[in-house]
């Protein structure tokens, strides 16, 4: 199988293509039939079935045509949701789960430190709440600094120098386990044209000098306004309004009138996958109208060239580290931090069957000007 020129023109515009039929389906059913089987609590990240669904799939021809050489993965994050209706509690962005849009809104940038929410309402300045917050991570209070880790293992800062708070891949590749093709059963969502949004807006924070990503210009790591007074800052908002102005239909709003970015559920079934670039916004839905929990098996891809030394797994989303924060050797000379602080902000150039496309349609993708942008509610 390949991809045509229109698919790459599309992935180029929007971000990421659905692929149809291409896994095999005795591949799709030895995987469904793994975890079936699976005990209780058992860890399936690395079971060859899983991790065949790339490796022995077309999705690694495909990908290697469109992107170039990456480790086959030995590890995934088996995603599964399970059926649920909205509840009162606090989730990443500080609202309660109830009152935010779109089958709950979780729509963030990958790569970025986080934490279980605050399920109480969080006391003290935004300085106060700041240090109380990263003193909740599985190291406890050792003050503002790179080896600080969240409860997802990523890293506050990925570099000593704390210059870049995000961390960097390639890819992504979504294959689903289940029917998705109904709205509301647990789909990954994402802004087709979000990816643009997101590049540019790290090349911004560049520009300026010191940190990329959180903490950096525009972008505050938590949202003391939020209800309960710690919610993360998963986009910023200059991405969050620009996305917005994009969508022609009117955003929904939470109860305090702030307004969300519309995400699109990405439609699939057994036998489908998707690949999306690494700067697309994303996020999980509650699963209200499936039958089933929700089965999204997703890897983390990176493009060989930037590290040929570094093995990546297919689940961290910060390969320039160890998977719980550990500090990697590099030879003298290879700085990982300036590297993939360049892959994010300049996307395509690790997409290598990509480049004439780019050569042929960058002239077609809106600009977006971040300087003075603020979400008003």
């Given at each position: 199988?390949?991809?045509?020129?229109?698919?790459?023109?599309?992935?180029?515009?929007?971000?990421?293509?659905?692929?149809?039929?291409?896994?095999?389906?005795?591949?799709v059913?030895?995987?469904?039939?793994?975890?079936?089987?699976?005990?209780?609590?058992?860890?399936?990240?690395?079971?060859?079935?899983?991790?065949?669904?790339?490796?022995?799939?077309?999705?690694?021809p495909?990908?290697?045509?469109?992107?170039?050489?990456?480790?086959?993965?030995?590890?995934?994050?088996?995603?599964?949701?399970?059926?649920?209706?909205?509840?009162?509690?606090?989730?990443?962005?500080?609202?309660?789960d109830?009152?935010?849009?779109?089958?709950?809104?979780?729509?963030?940038?990958?790569?970025?430190?986080?934490?279980?929410?605050p399920?109480?309402e969080?006391?003290g300045?935004?300085?106060?709440?700041?240090?109380?917050?990263?003193?909740?991570?599985p190291?406890?209070?050792?003050?503002?600094?790179?080896?600080?880790?969240?409860?997802?293992?990523?890293?506050?800062?990925?570099?000593?120098?704390?210059?870049?708070?995000?961390?960097?891949?390639?890819?992504?590749?979504?294959?689903?386990?289940?029917?998705?093709?109904?709205?509301?059963?647990?789909?990954?969502?994402?802004?087709?044209?979000?990816?643009?949004?997101l590049?540019?807006?790290?090349?911004?924070?560049?520009?300026?000098?010191?940190?990329?990503?959180?903490?950096?210009?525009?972008?505050?790591?938590?949202?003391?306004?939020?209800?309960?007074?710690?919610?993360?800052?998963?986009?910023?908002?200059?991405?969050?309004?620009?996305?917005?102005?994009?969508?022609?239909?009117?955003?929904?709003?939470?109860?305090?009138?702030?307004?969300?970015?519309?995400?699109?559920?990405?439609?699939?079934?057994?036998?489908?996958?998707?690949?999306?670039?690494?700067?697309?916004?994303?996020?999980?839905?509650?699963?209200?109208?499936?039958?089933?929990?929700?089965?999204?098996?997703?890897?983390?891809?990176?493009?060989?060239?930037?590290?040929?030394?570094?093995?990546?797994?297919?689940?961290?989303?910060?390969?320039?580290?160890?998977?719980?924060?550990?500090?990697?050797?590099?030879?003298?000379?290879?700085?990982?931090?300036?590297?993939?602080?360049?892959?994010?902000?300049?996307?395509?150039?690790?997409?290598?069957?990509?480049?004439?496309?780019?050569?042929?349609?960058?002239?077609?993708?809106?600009?977006?000007?971040?300087?003075?942008?603020?979400?008003?509610?």
């Open positions: 199988m390949h991809v045509t020129d229109e698919q790459r023109r599309e992935f180029f515009h929007r971000g990421y293509i659905i692929l149809k039929g291409v896994i095999p389906d005795e591949i059913e030895k995987a469904q039939q793994r975890i079936k089987n699976a005990e209780k609590g058992e860890n399936l990240m690395g079971a060859d079935e899983i991790t065949g669904l790339v490796n022995h799939s077309y999705v690694t495909i990908l290697n045509e469109m992107m170039g050489e990456f480790d086959p993965p030995s590890l995934c994050q088996v995603g599964i949701i399970k059926k649920s209706e909205a509840n009162g509690h606090y989730h990443g962005y500080g609202y309660k109830h009152e935010v849009p779109y089958y709950g809104y979780g729509l963030h940038a990958e790569g970025l430190f986080s934490l279980g929410a399920q109480e969080m006391q300045t935004e300085d106060e709440v700041y240090r109380q917050m990263i003193a909740r991570g190291k406890g209070d050792i003050g503002r600094s790179a080896d600080v880790i969240g409860s997802n293992m990523v890293p506050l800062f990925q570099d000593p120098e704390l210059t870049l708070s995000v961390g960097s891949c390639t890819a992504f590749a979504i294959v689903p386990l289940n029917d998705q093709r109904v709205e509301g059963c647990g789909q990954t969502a994402v802004v087709p044209g979000g990816h643009n949004v590049e540019q807006y790290y090349r911004w924070q560049d520009e300026q000098g010191g940190i990329v990503g959180p903490e950096g210009p525009g972008w505050p790591r938590f949202n003391i306004n939020s209800p309960n007074r710690a919610g993360f800052n998963l986009l910023p908002d200059g991405v969050q309004q620009k996305m917005i102005e994009m969508d022609p239909e009117s955003p929904e709003k939470t109860p305090d009138g702030r307004p969300w970015a519309r995400p699109k559920q990405i439609l699939m079934e057994p036998g489908d996958a998707c690949i999306t670039i690494y700067q697309m916004p994303h996020t999980g839905t509650r699963n209200e109208n499936g039958t089933e929990s929700r089965k999204n098996m997703i890897y983390r891809i990176r493009n060989k060239k930037r590290q040929p030394n570094v093995v990546v797994t297919g689940v961290t989303d910060h390969p320039d580290r160890g998977q719980q924060g550990e500090w990697l050797e590099y030879e003298e000379g290879n700085d990982p931090y300036d590297r993939s602080r360049h892959a994010l902000t300049h996307m395509w150039e690790e997409w290598e069957g990509m480049q004439d496309i780019v050569a042929a349609e960058s002239d077609k993708v809106p600009q977006f000007d971040f300087t003075g942008v603020k979400l008003e509610y």
